[in-house]
């Protein structure tokens, strides 16, 4: 089995640390290790000093998993597992799948929550959403989508890269949808709790249905991307078993300071996500200002949860992609466009071919410090070259 290359990570290789202005990513504001620490209470900090770095309990460290559980209304430590975000996804899908299942996915997404699908021998229906709705993912599509043999459905909410959330009643739709198929529910929700109210927070799929795995993680929310700390959440401990039997083959176990850390940053959630969420408010607010200037040649839907969103360039020329047009920064396809802005600006934006999405929309992340310095000198630029 050999997944294609994940195209949007290939990009982030070549471009990330070099660019001077970083538009584009969807994690939060990296803490500074000093601080969590530093914020952590007296018991962790004794810990961190006195911590040898030795082997781990593969299904994790039994703190961090007691507070992972705390985050869900019915899950116990013994419903989690800890492994890094992404090592997750792929243990858990060939955990769950089979050659010839059918498997239903929200998209655009991130690759891997289809892709690693396909390269089973699966089947993979993708549910778009409409942008002229606001990005939503309606249930009466996803119940289109279901078919005799779906075993598993797929979805990512708060929605990278659009930003989408449904609403309650869509969301608990979209879950009765799964269970009168008998399907399992991945439910992404790395992006959970970056809501902008509690109100708006979905409840998490293993809180709602028995068949269900919720995946999370310290990266997005947290700021705590290089930890590598993330989890999957299930009720079923069969299920749960075999994800634990195929993390021999990966990583076997996790990094022990990383899972200290992790434990120190959800016992300092309530400030942590207090910041990031302000934080995204804030930039959210000042893309807006930018957007409405250049409303002729950009063109976007506010995120209403998560930390990224998907603008649209305006110009008929772009949505068509036409790359034959000259004379403007908007000119052609987002491809050309994001890597014109890269080229002569520094600013990386991550066009929507990345997610063989067509040609028109590219992402912006919102959680970072520097976002309004980066977003002013692309105001500059899409000002110089309307003139």
């Known amino acids: 089995m050999i997944p294609k290359p994940f195209t949007l990570e290939r990009f982030f290789a070549k471009h990330e640390f070099s660019a001077r202005y970083l538009l584009s990513t969807s994690d939060c504001q990296g803490m500074l290790m000093a601080d969590l620490v530093a914020g952590a209470d007296e018991e962790l ?41 992404e090592e997750a996804i792929f ?24 892709e690693v699908a396909r390269s089973i021998g699966c089947e993979v229906s993708l549910w778009r959403p409409p942008e002229a709705e606001a990005w939503r993912f309606d249930p009466a599509e996803l119940e289109a989508l279901l078919r005799p043999n779906t075993k598993l459905v797929v979805w990512n909410f708060p929605h990278n890269p659009t930003g989408a959330l449904p ?17 399992w529910v991945f439910s992404d929700e790395m992006y959970r709790l970056l809501e902008p109210t509690d109100e708006a927070r979905l409840p998490a799929a293993i809180d709602r249905y028995e068949r269900a795995v919720s995946l999370s993680g310290m990266s997005k929310a947290f700021g705590l991307a290089g930890l590598r700390i993330g989890w999957v959440a299930t009720h079923d401990q069969r299920l749960l078993e075999r994800v634990e039997a195929l993390k021999d083959y990966t990583t076997i176990c996790s990094s022990a300071p990383s899972e200290l850390l992790a434990l120190m940053g959800l016992r300092s959630r309530g400030t942590i996500l207090a ?15 930018i957007f409405a200037h250049h409303a002729s040649t950009l063109a976007w839907i506010p995120p209403q949860g998560g930390t990224v969103c998907f603008p649209r360039l305006a110009s008929s020329a772009a949505q068509a992609g036409d790359a034959t047009r000259t004379g403007g920064a908007a000119d052609g ?7 014109q802005v890269l080229r002569d600006t520094g600013v990386l934006l991550l066009p929507s071919t990345v997610y063989d999405y067509g040609d028109s929309h590219f992402r912006l992340g919102l959680g970072r410090d520097d976002f309004e310095t980066g977003l002013k000198v692309l105001d500059d630029y899409l000002t110089a070259q309307a003139l």
């Open 333 to 339: 396809g987002a491809e050309a466009f994001c890597a």
């Open 45 to 85: 900090r004794a810990r961190w000093e006195r911590l040898t770095l030795g082997y781990t309990e593969s299904r994790g460290l039994p703190e961090l998993r007691a507070e992972i559980a705390a985050l869900y209304e019915s899950a116990s430590p013994d419903d989690v597992l800890v492994a890094a975000p």
């Open 167 to 183: 609403s309650q009643a869509d969301y608990e739709r979209m879950i009765a949808a799964a269970a009168a198929a008998g399907a």
């Open 275 to 289: 910041t990031n969420r302000e934080r995204v408010r804030r930039n959210q607010d000042a893309a807006g200002a």
């Open 91 to 114: 243990l858990a899908m060939n955990a769950l799948l089979e050659r010839g299942d059918h498997v239903v996915c929200t998209f655009p997404g991130y690759q891997s929550l289809y």
